[in-house]
Structure formats: structure tokens, C-alpha cells
């Protein structure tokens, strides 16, 4: 029998690069209603849509210092500064006269200040030259600076000096955070963070100016908020004169450079001159110039305070497939381009391929030049990001989606999809890194694990002469030595564990401080409680934790056997394990009643192996089995027996759970989340076994448990008893350090590594101020063949930019879905076959037709394609996918943002002419058909049933009516019609239906 382990994934559309909006804003553009959507989500009534929206009000109260454990200081600069390039006319010593004057300053507030000033023309060694005063001057003008002189050729030509005005201000990330969806019951840790940049003034706050070589420093006795204008003067008489006089260039702060391109050509008649002086502004430089000769002094100047500055050529959006999709057209809430038709603001809708090429600063409203009415086309740029897909071009690239007519009032988790906006970690020093740190967690997958079990004090709880023969088998020395004599041999191994012991007690509540449920139930690592063992119990008698073997085996693919004798393919050794499954019952409560409620009870499983001789190894493939039914679930296995040994002088070692000897691809960690906190959680595939791969979630977490595969939960539920009232949601997002630690005691086969000192260092400051202790929910989703470091990003819902600072936004939205999963044929992997017949159809109600047919890989394991969401003439009817021959199709359900348990689908296609001959050895042949393959298989003995061979007759399609004969050399013979070609094909094998050629 054919069989396939599905599950379905969502892992692609990935945005990176934008900060993200969240859900369907309500907003409007040119008269027109812009509609929004967000795809996926678990399966729900349409009738009910929601959106994720939010914003910073003025009633956010910001805390300064370590009041609160979630508020930090950033530090991006050592200050807050800004910086101009003063080009300026030397003017040549034959036009100077007595009235000559050139003065510059810079100032910010009147207290910052830095000047330039002309002071005299002289001759040495027969050239000319200007003498320059510089001051830097903190205080204001009449305070003591630094001064210094500096000489210029005097000789019309444009000399220059840089400039730097700065102030000590700390960037403050200020964190908040809110339940998500008020009528939603039972999730208030599931929460939006809402982070804030922004500026705040030190105690002590220093100011500091720089002109050319010198500089200016004191505390100041009036703070100055880094918000304020910038401005610059020059007053000047400069007889016959013309071109430019004074450029302000390169006018940035904090490295974000302003736009003056609004700015001129404009005459100016300032002072008591006798012509216009003109000023231009181009780029970030604005210039004065006469066009003409000119006579008489002149005073001009302007003021800037610091535009926001975004970029975004980092958006990327992925689909399912890992293609880009460079004509999608997105929206951003935080640039607006202004209308003067209408005389409104208008959002901006370009494709991703315009996004990235796009960088927009505020181009009115920061600058003193600006009009009181915005001129068409001046750019503003908000401070609360949003991004969003438009709908049409959605659907126009089969993506999907649905529209929405209710109001946005506030955040909800309700919605089909969340988008997650990547915060700065700490450590990042500035705003265009890319957030996401890989440095803090990893997850790891275990190979070649002996199951005697952990050494505890240079001891363990199995070894090889624990072994019990029967038989004709004896039992094994200390060495692993027996011997098998007469009949067939059996070894049997009883595992030691007190999993069910530990569960049993639960009700009497009397264990060492320290272990209490749900950790109690969850762990399934060999020797975790054992540092327990002696310690004092609640009645104040001692607890007993004995050694424990390696007892669950979830997540290995293999079992390597290291006996001896080589498994024989026609008569091979047989594995059979005797294990438990567990069920338990909790009511959540945090009251006694917890724990004097709690059952649990056994259910019994035998499942039995062939053992393969596969790369000089004795393998057994454990999510195979060839008897017991079902899936294989090895939570609890208490018992190994190794039967059909051959007699002989035999010796055995410690068996080792490894890898598929056979497989060449990297093993696959999931991280995933969910609409409600039920659903999120790590799983992971390690070759071709995918089902129970992290912990058992189908202990109910009162109705909570994950609903669509068996993971090492994110969240776990907590609620008071309500005595008379209503309860109380306790639960909350678990901290990433007690996630990965769950991975590492939940099952054997996983562990998690975390890094403490990375972890601070992404949200720990210099005053040891925590922004945030880093949160299950702070992993990026993500999902690969891949296995190590964890993607780890600060979430938030809303991100508000401080002025002064470019800002690359990084953000992720996963859409779509997937169907993955394992396929068997014949007790071993399908490798590189073709997979499953995936279906779908409109609704409950609609035909199947079919959607894929994909190949698994070397593991045995395979994915679909991306799948859709909503059928193709109705957004609002849902595709329902699932899996089976024409006629024999079962449905699996929608595709949605998470992933589906393990289920088996059987996809035998029907075994149809089947032919038998008995050959001269006593083994009975069959051939027969199985869709478009013609199959061998062969009968040792009534007791081991049928073998299949490893590779088919006849790989061609159109074959029919076969017919098999075994000769007395041990050749096989196969004959088989071909009704396309009106005749028969013939082919034998000499190794026993290994391999076939034409005769």
C-alpha cells in the first residue's frame, strides 16, 4: 500500500523592506474610497471580517529611565546634529574697497551658533589674499567661543568650510502594548506593541558647535529639542560682483538630507542694495547669486527644521514559489503627495519594482521658504507607517482577497492576516540595518542518539546485557555478545521511563518545588527531572526519579540496529515496539483544582518493522510501519524487540536513532502563527518524518490546543476559576528563552539553543534599560529546509519616526498556502516519485479538479505548489483542497496562513490483473497492475506476507495483463501488452526483480 503524510503550509509572500499597515484602512484619495484587504487566516464565516489598524494617540504616557521595564533608551548618535557646507565668494583683491563685507552664521535657537567673517585683504610675496575669522560659540553670540583665522587666495574664486551645529539628545524607543480585539475572549497576551522614536533630552544637556577646525562646548542652561528650525544668515557688500556669493550645500540632518528643490529661482531686494540678489535651492544646497553687477549690502537668509526621510529599496514581495512580484502595486500611509485640484493629500499607490527606487523626504512644511498653501505635488511624510496590498492589482496577479465597508476603529486580531513590522533591536547602530537578528536562538535537530538514555553520575539507565533473548536466542553479555541456536533468535529490551508515573502523580500534589504541570505532562526529555531525584516532596518525604532511557522517539526517522548479522532483504529482522500514547485531561485553572483534576490515561500501540540493509547499516524506517494501523506516534515507547535473528555467534550494540541513511536533504524548522495564540508554535520535519516532530499538542489546552499540527505550542492557556464572575484570561506569550527551552525538554530528538548575551545585546542598553524581554512572538515566521539560528525581529503594530533620521523600514506578510507532507510505498520512502493528487473545488459543494501532482525528494517528502484562497470567479467562495485518486478524494480543507495536522491519505490507485507462479525455490511471485505501472512482488513464507521489489517492470505507461514465471536459474519473466502498440513487450531480472531489461 501507497501512503502519503500531509500537511499544509503557509510560507511565502514575504514583504521586506516597508514598515506595514495593518488591515483595511478607511482612508480616501482623490474623492475615491481606496480598498484594502489582508488574506488568510484560519477558516471562519465571511460574514465576519475585522481589520488591524492602530495608532500612538497624545494620551501615551512616555516614562524615562527604568519605571518601566519595557521602555529603553536607544542610542542611535552620540547627538542630535545638524551640518551645512558654507561655499563662499573669496572676492578678488582689486574689487575690494572699504565697504567690503562678507559675514555667515549658522545658529539653532540663538544659543548654537558658528561665523564666518571677512577681515581683511594683504599681499604677500606678491599675491593677494583674504583673511577669514571662524567662531564656533555655544550660549549664544554674546558668550566666549573658540575663534580662529584661515587665509584664501583672494581671487573671486568660491572657498569652503563645513559647519556642524549638534546637541547631546537620546533616542528613546518607547514601548506599549495592548490586548488585541477587546470582544475577544481569553487573548490578552496576545498583544500589538506599539514602539515610539523618540527624542529626549539628557539631565545635563550639552551643546556643541564646530566650524572648519575648532569647536565650541558647554552644558546648556535652556534645553533645546531636536525638533527646532535651523537657520542661516549672510549679510554682504561685495562691489561688482556677479554669480553666486553664498551656498549653503549639503544640508542634512543627522545625515538625512533636506530637498530644497521648491526653493527659487526667487529675486530678492533685501538691505540697501541697488539691485536683485537671487536665491535657488537645488538638492540639499541653497545658493544666493547675483545675476548682475551689484552695489550695496544685502541680508538673506532661511530656516529648516529636520525632514523625515524614508527609504525603500528594500521592498521585496515573494510569492508562495519564491517569485518576485515587481508589478504588484502596494500602498504607504507615511507619504503623501499633495493635490491641488482637490486640495488634499493624496496617498501614493506604485508598484514594488517604483518602491524600490523611491526615496521620499518632506519637501513642505519644514521649510521657512514653503507657501501657506502646499504647492501640486509637494511630498509630506508622516510619522505612523502603514503599508498595504491594493486589491485589484492583488487579484489581478491571482492573489486574492476580499473587501471590506466597516469602519476601523482599532487594532483586531480577528482579521484573516497579520503583518508584522520588524523593530530595531538595541544593538543596531542605525535605522537602515537590517533588524532581523539571527544571533539569539537556534534550534537544532538530534542524530545518532543512543536509547540507553542520559549518563548520570558515569552511569545509565540500559546496557547491552540488559537485553532479555528468547527463542534461540540467549541473552547478551555486559559485552553484547549471544548466540542464536536452532530457531530464529528474539532480543527483547524493556525501556525504563517515569513519564507515566510522574502523570499518575499529578493529583497528590506532592512533588519537589519545581515540577508542577503543565511542564509536568509537556516534557518528554529522558533524565529531565532527574536532578529532582532525592529531593524533598510537599509531605517532606523524598522524591524517586530513576534513570530513564530515551522513551519518546517522535521526530527520528530511523532506527539503526548495530547487530552483527546483516539484515537479509528476501528475510529480513524484524523490529517491533510496544508504546504508549498519552491522553490528559486540565482544566487550566490556576486554582488547586488544577492538578487535584488532572487524569491521564494509556493507550496501547504495537507497531512493527522490517529491518533494511541499506548502506552496511541494519535500519528500521520508524515512520513506516508495517503493522499496527495508523500513524505512528512513538511518545512513549516502553519496549524494543529485535526478532527473526538467523543463528550464528552474534553480538549487539547500542541501537542509535539517526537520520535516513538514504536522504541528502537538510532538515526543516517551522515557526508559525495563528489568528488567535492557540495556534502558533515550532514544528519541524527531519527527513521524511514530519508528524509529532517537536511535542504532542493534542492535550486539549482547554479547547485551545493547536488546531493544525502538532507543534511545541507558543502559548498556553491560563484562566482563574471566575468564582461567580467571569474568568480571567491568564495566559501570556512565553519569553523566547522558556520557548527554546521547551523545544529542548519536549522531545529528544530537538534542541534549542539560546544565547543570553545576543539577546541583551538586541535589547539591553548601556544603562541596562530593557526595551522589551524578547517573546515567542518576537520570531519572524519563517519556514525551510533548513535547520539553526532563528530569525528574531522586535514586533510591533505601529512604528512612529522621529524627525532627523532616515528610516529603511523591513516588514513581513505571509500569505497563501501549501500543502506539504511525506510519501510511502512498499514500508520504505517514495523517493523522488511522483507524489499525491492534490484536488480542490468551489466550496463544499463544488467538483474536484485536480491542482498538483509534485515530486517528493531523496527524504520522501513534497509540497505543493502555492495554492490559492478563494476560488477563481467568486472572492468570496473558498477553495477546499484536498487529496485522492478520481472518485476517492478527501477533503483536507482550506488553505490557510498556518499549517494542518499530519494526516495519511491512502492513494493506492487499485492493484488490477494480478498474476501469480510459484518458483522452484518454494517463493511465490506475483506482477500485477497499479494505475500505469506493472509491479513485482514476491512471498518469503504465508507469515511475512508480501515483499515488493524496489523498482517496477515496466516504468513506461500503457502496459496491461501481465503474466510472471520463475525458472530454475532464478531468472524472472515478465510479459506485458501494450494495446498503443498492438503487441507484447518481454523483460527479466537476475536479482530477484531488482532490476529489469528487455529481453
Known amino acids: 500500500m501507497r501512503r502519503v503524510a500531509i ?277 540639499n544646497t541653497v545658493r544666493y547669486y547675483f545675476e548682475d553687477e551689484n552695489e550695496g549690502f544685502y541680508g538673506v537668509g532661511e530656516s529648516t527644521a529636520s525632514p523625515r526621510h524614508y527609504s525603500f529599496g528594500g521592498l521585496e514581495i515573494i510569492d508562495m514559489d519564491g517569485n518576485d512580484i515587481p508589478a504588484l502595486e502596494v500602498w504607504c500611509s507615511a507619504v503623501q503627495v499633495y493635490d491641488a485640484e482637490s486640495g488634499q493629500w493624496q496617498l501614493i499607490k506604485q508598484s514594488v519594482s517604483d518602491w524600490r527606487g523611491s526615496e521620499y523626504a518632506d519637501s513642505w512644511g519644514y521649510y521657512s521658504w514653503d507657501a501657506g498653501t502646499p504647492p501640486d505635488g509637494a511630498v509630506r511624510c508622516l510619522a505612523n507607517v502603514y503599508f498595504w496590498i491594493d486589491q485589484d492589482s492583488a487579484q489581478a496577479h491571482g492573489l486574492g482577497g476580499f473587501t471590506t465597508t466597516d469602519p476601523v476603529s482599532g487594532r483586531s486580531f480577528e482579521h484573516d492576516a497579520r503583518v508584522i513590522i520588524n523593530g530595531w533591536p538595541i544593538n543596531k547602530p542605525d535605522r537602515e540595518a537590517d533588524p532581523i537578528d539571527e544571533t539569539i536562538a537556534a534550534v537544532a535537530h538530534r542524530d545518532h542518539v543512543g536509547i540507553y538514555g542520559p549518563a548520570d553520575a558515569g552511569q545509565r539507565a540500559l546496557a547491552h546485557d540488559d537485553w532479555v533473548g528468547s527463542g534461540g536466542a540467549t541473552s547478551p553479555t555486559s559485552s553484547g555478545n549471544f548466540t542464536v541456536a536452532g530457531t530464529p533468535g528474539v532480543l527483547t529490551l524493556a525501556m525504563p521511563n517515569n513519564y507515566g508515573s510522574r502523570l499518575a502523580a499529578v493529583p497528590q500534589q506532592n512533588f519537589p518545588e519545581g515540577m508542577a504541570l503543565p511542564t509536568l505532562y509537556l516534557v518528554h526529555e529522558a533524565g529531565y527531572w532527574r536532578p529532582f531525584d532525592g529531593e524533598e516532596n510537599q509531605d517532606e518525604t523524598l522524591h524517586s526519579e530513576p534513570r530513564e532511557a530515551v522513551f519518546c522517539w517522535r521526530g527520528w526517522p530511523c532506527l539503526r540496529i548495530p547487530v552483527s548479522v546483516a539484515s537479509d532483504e528476501h528475510d529480513p529482522l524484524v523490529v517491533t515496539l510496544k508504546a504508549r500514547t498519552w491522553t490528559k485531561s486540565d482544566n487550566h485553572l490556576s486554582d488547586s483544582t488544577r492538578p487535584e483534576t488532572f487524569t491521564a490515561s494509556a493507550t ?263 495554492g490559492e484562497i478563494y476560488a477563481d470567479v467568486d472572492p468570496n467562495t473558498l477553495w477546499i483542497y484536498g487529496m485522492g485518486a478520481e472518485g476517492e478524494e478527501e477533503a483536507i480543507g482550506r488553505l490557510a496562513t498556518r499549517e494542518y495536522r499530519y494526516a495519511l491519505i491512502d492513494l493506492d490507485p487499485g492493484q488490477t490483473e494480478p498474476n501469480l507462479c510459484l518458483g522452484p525455490d518454494g517463493r511465490c511471485w506475483l506482477v500485477f497492475r497499479e494505475g500505469q505501472r506493472i509491479r513485482c512482488r514476491v512471498m518469503e513464507s504465508p507469515q511475512r506476507g508480501w515483499n515488493d521489489r524496489s523498482s517496477d517492470v515496466f516504468e513506461a505507461e500503457g502496459y496491461t495483463w501481465p503474466r510472471v514465471a520463475a525458472m530454475s536459474d532464478g531468472t524472472l519473466i515478465v510479459v506485458a501488452t501494450n494495446p498503443e502498440e498492438d503487441g507484447s513487450t518481454v523483460r527479466r531480472s537476475h536479482d530477484d526483480g531488482t532490476t529489469w531489461v528487455d529481453v
Not at 176 to 190: L, S, Y
Not at 851 to 861: E, H, I, K, Q, W
Open 604 to 866: 496501547e500501540h504495537t507497531w512493527t518493522y522490517p529491518v533494511f540493509r541499506i548502506a552496511a547499516q541494519n535500519v528500521a524506517f520508524l515512520g513506516m510501519p508495517e503493522e499496527g494501523g495508523g500513524e505512528p506516534d512513538l511518545e512513549d515507547v516502553y519496549e524494543l524487540t529485535l526478532s527473526n535473528i538467523p543463528p550464528g555467534e552474534h553480538e549487539i550494540a547500542e541501537p542509535t536513532l539517526r537520520p535516513d541513511p538514504l536522504s541528502f536533504e537538510d532538515d526543516t524548522v517551522k515557526f508559525f502563527e495563528g489568528w488567535a495564540y492557540r495556534h502558533g508554535g515550532f514544528s519541524g520535519v527531519a527527513d521524511h518524518v514530519c508528524r509529532y516532530a517537536l511535542m504532542d499538542s493534542h492535550e486539549g489546552n482547554a479547547g485551545k490546543a493547536n488546531m493544525f499540527e502538532a507543534t511545541c505550542r507558543n502559548f498556553d492557556f491560563v484562566q482563574t476559576p471566575g468564582n461567580g464572575g467571569p474568568p480571567i484570561d491568564l495566559s501570556s506569550a512565553k519569553t523566547l528563552a522558556s520557548a527554546v527551552g521547551h523545544i529542548e525538554a519536549d522531545a529528544d530528538a530537538w534542541q534549542g539553543v539560546y544565547d543570553e548575551q545576543a539577546a541583551e545585546g538586541a535589547t539591553k542598553d548601556a544603562h541596562d534599560n530593557v526595551l522589551k524581554v524578547l517573546s515567542v512572538t518576537d520570531v519572524v515566521p519563517f519556514a525551510g529546509r533548513t535547520v539553526g539560528a532563528v530569525p528574531v525581529a522586535i514586533r510591533c503594530a505601529e512604528w512612529t519616526a522621529v524627525r532627523g533620521l532616515a528610516y529603511n523600514w523591513n516588514a513581513l506578510k505571509i500569505v497563501e498556502g501549501a500543502i506539504n507532507g511525506s510519501a510511502e510505498d512498499g514500508g520504505n520512502p517514495a523517493r523522488e516519485d511522483s507524489g499525491p493528487r492534490v484536488v480542490r473545488r468551489e466550496g463544499s459543494e463544488g467538483e474536484w479538479e485536480q491542482f498538483a501532482v509534485p515530486s517528493t525528494d531523496t527524504a520522501g517528502y513534497w509540497r505543493t505548489p502555492s
Open 7 to 283: 500537511t499544509s503550509a503557509v510560507i511565502g509572500l514575504a514583504v521586506v523592506g516597508l514598515v506595514a499597515g495593518l488591515g483595511a484602512l478607511e482612508r480616501t484619495g482623490g474623492g475615491e474610497r481606496l480598498e484594502r484587504w489582508w488574506i488568510d487566516g484560519p477558516e471562519r464565516d465571511l460574514g465576519t471580517l475585522y481589520s488591524i489598524t492602530g495608532s500612538i494617540g497624545p494620551d501615551v504616557i512616555r516614562v524615562d529611565g527604568q519605571e518601566i521595564a519595557n521602555m529603553a533608551k536607544t542610542q542611535i548618535e552620540d547627538n542630535w546634529s545638524c551640518s551645512v557646507d558654507i561655499e563662499f565668494m573669496s572676492p578678488a583683491a582689486d574689487k575690494v574697497t572699504g565697504n567690503t563685507e562678507l559675514d555667515v552664521w549658522l545658529q539653532l535657537t540663538g544659543l548654537l551658533g558658528a561665523e564666518l567673517h571677512y577681515i581683511e585683504t594683504f599681499e604677500d610675496e606678491g599675491v593677494d589674499y583674504n583673511r577669514f575669522s571662524l567662531l564656533a560659540v555655544v550660549g549664544g553670540f554674546g558668550e566666549i567661543g573658540e575663534y580662529t583665522t584661515f587665509v584664501v587666495p583672494a581671487d573671486g574664486s568660491m572657498q569652503s568650510v563645513s559647519a556642524t551645529l549638534a546637541i547631546d539628545a537620546e533616542l528613546h524607543c518607547t514601548f506599549d502594548a495592548d490586548p488585541i480585539g477587546v470582544d475577544k475572549a481569553g487573548v490578552t497576551h496576545a498583544k500589538e506593541c506599539l514602539l515610539e522614536d523618540e527624542w529626549q533630552i539628557p539631565e545635563e544637556q550639552v551643546g556643541y558647535a564646530a566650524i572648519g577646525s575648532i569647536e565650541d562646548s558647554k552644558v546648556l542652561t535652556t534645553n533645546i529639542f531636536p525638533t527646532e528650525a535651523f537657520s542661516w544668515q549672510a549679510n554682504f557688500h561685495l562691489p561688482e560682483v556677479t554669480g553666486d556669493v553664498v551656498r549653503f550645500a549639503n544640508i542634512r540632518f543627522n545625515g538625512a538630507a533636506i530637498d530644497a528643490s521648491e526653493l527659487g529661482p526667487t529675486a530678492l531686494s533685501p538691505g540697501t542694495g541697488t539691485g536683485e540678489v537671487w536665491v535657488d535651492g537645488t538638492g
